[in-house]
C-alpha cells in the first residue's frame, strides 16, 4: 500500500510532477494550496472584488467555482455563480441539475440565463462545428454583458493549464499571434469588456477530477453533444506530460513570464466599436452575437 506522504493514511493519488503521495484529505488541502499561491501570485482576484464565476457543470468549472468558495472564506472577496441554459435538449438540463445541487452544497447563489431568451436556438443551427462556435460566441458575450450590467467586477471560468496549452498550439500554428491576453491568468477589462479571470491556469484537467471526487463536489461526467469528439492537441499535451511530468504546469508559467514582458493594452491592441444593435464592443459593424440572432429563427 502507498501511503500519505504528510500523514501516512492510504495514499489515493501518486502526483508524479511534485514526488507526493497524498490520501483524499491531504490531496484536497494540496490543491486548494495550489490555488490559492496561484491566486496570489498572478493576482487574480483583487480584493474586495466581486467575482462571477461561469459554471457549466463539468469537472473543471465545478471545481473552480468549489476551490473559490473555500479561498472566499479566508480571501476578501465576494462570489456567485452563473449557468447559462444553451437549450442543448437533454444536456443541458442535466448540466442545470447538477449546477443546481453543487451551488445549493457550497451555498453559493446561483444565476441562470437563457440563450432562448434572446431568440437564438443552436438546433437551427446546421452544422455541429456552426453551432459549437456559435455556443461560444453566445456564452462570452453572455458572460461579459451579465457580469457588467450586475455589478460584478470580474468573470471566472475554469479553464485549465491544458485548455492554454491547446490554445497556444493552435494560434502559433495559424499564425495567430493576436491572442496574448487571453493566455493570461487575468485579462483586465476596458471599456465595455468585464476582467476575466482563469484560477486554474495552472492546475490541469485530472487534478480538477481528483478534487471533484475526493470531495465529493457534483460534476457532470458528459461531453456536450455537439462538441467535436476529439481534441488532439489534448492528447499531444498528455504525452508529453506522461514522458516529462510538469511540462505543462512549467510551460503556462513560462508563458506568462512571456507574455507579461511584452507590453499590453487592455483591447489587446486592435480597434473597437460599439455594436449598432446592442452597444456590446465589437470590431465590426454589428457583433457577432447580434449576427447570429439575425440568422437564426425566433424562438415560437
Ligand atoms: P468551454 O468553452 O466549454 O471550454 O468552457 C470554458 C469555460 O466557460 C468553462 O470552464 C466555464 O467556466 C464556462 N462555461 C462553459 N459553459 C458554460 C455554461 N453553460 N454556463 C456557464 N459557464 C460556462
Ligand atoms: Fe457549446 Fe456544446 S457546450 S456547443
Ligand atoms: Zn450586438
Given at each position: 500500500m502507498i501511503r500519505c506522504r504528510f500523514c501516512g493514511k492510504r495514499a489515493v493519488e501518486v502526483l508524479k510532477q511534485y514526488r507526493l503521495s497524498l490520501c483524499r484529505d491531504c490531496y484536497v488541502k494540496f490543491y486548494e494550496r495550489q490555488v490559492?499561491?496561484?491566486?496570489k501570485r498572478?493576482?487574480?482576484v483583487k480584493s474586495g472584488e466581486k467575482v462571477l464565476a461561469c459554471v457549466s457543470g463539468g469537472k473543471d468549472s465545478s471545481a473552480m467555482l468549489a476551490v473559490m468558495k473555500s479561498l472566499s472564506e479566508t480571501a476578501d472577496f465576494k462570489l456567485e455563480a452563473m449557468f447559462i441554459d444553451l437549450g442543448i435538449r437533454d444536456y443541458s438540463e442535466m448540466s442545470l441539475n447538477v449546477v443546481e445541487k453543487l451551488c445549493e452544497k457550497l451555498d453559493v447563489n446561483l444565476n441562470v440565463v437563457r440563450l432562448s431568451d434572446y431568440g437564438i436556438r443552436l438546433e437551427n443551427i446546421n452544422t455541429k462545428r456552426k453551432k459549437c462556435s456559435a455556443c461560444g460566441t453566445a456564452k462570452r458575450y453572455l458572460m461579459n454583458r451579465?457580469?457588467?450590467?450586475?455589478?460584478?467586477?470580474c468573470v471566472a471560468t475554469g479553464h485549465t493549464s491544458d485548455d492554454i496549452l491547446a490554445f497556444f498550439f493552435k494560434n502559433w500554428l495559424s499564425g495567430n499571434f493576436s491572442w496574448s491576453a487571453k493566455f493570461l491568468p487575468r485579462t483586465e477589462g476596458f471599456d465595455k469588456m468585464v476582467t476575466k479571470v482563469r484560477p486554474l491556469y495552472l492546475?490541469?484537467?485530472?487534478?480538477?477530477?481528483?478534487?471533484?471526487?475526493?470531495?465529493?463536489?457534483?460534476?457532470?461526467?458528459?461531453?456536450?453533444?455537439y462538441a467535436p469528439s476529439k481534441d488532439v492537441w489534448k492528447d499531444i499535451i498528455y504525452d508529453i506530460e506522461r514522458k516529462k511530468p510538469?511540462?505543462?504546469?512549467?510551460?503556462?508559467?513560462?508563458?506568462?513570464?512571456?507574455?507579461?514582458s511584452k507590453t499590453h493594452t487592455g483591447s489587446n491592441g486592435e480597434s473597437y466599436r460599439y455594436c449598432r444593435l446592442c452597444g456590446e464592443i465589437t470590431t465590426s459593424d454589428i457583433c457577432a452575437f447580434c449576427r447570429l440572432k439575425q440568422r437564426n429563427t425566433p424562438v415560437k
Open positions: 490559492e499561491r496561484a491566486v498572478y493576482k487574480i451579465f457580469a457588467r450590467e450586475n455589478g460584478f467586477d492546475s490541469s484537467e485530472k487534478e480538477n477530477m481528483l478534487y471533484c471526487v475526493c470531495r465529493s463536489v457534483p460534476f457532470l461526467n458528459e461531453n456536450c453533444p510538469g511540462f505543462k504546469r512549467c510551460f503556462v508559467m513560462n508563458l506568462v513570464k512571456y507574455l507579461k
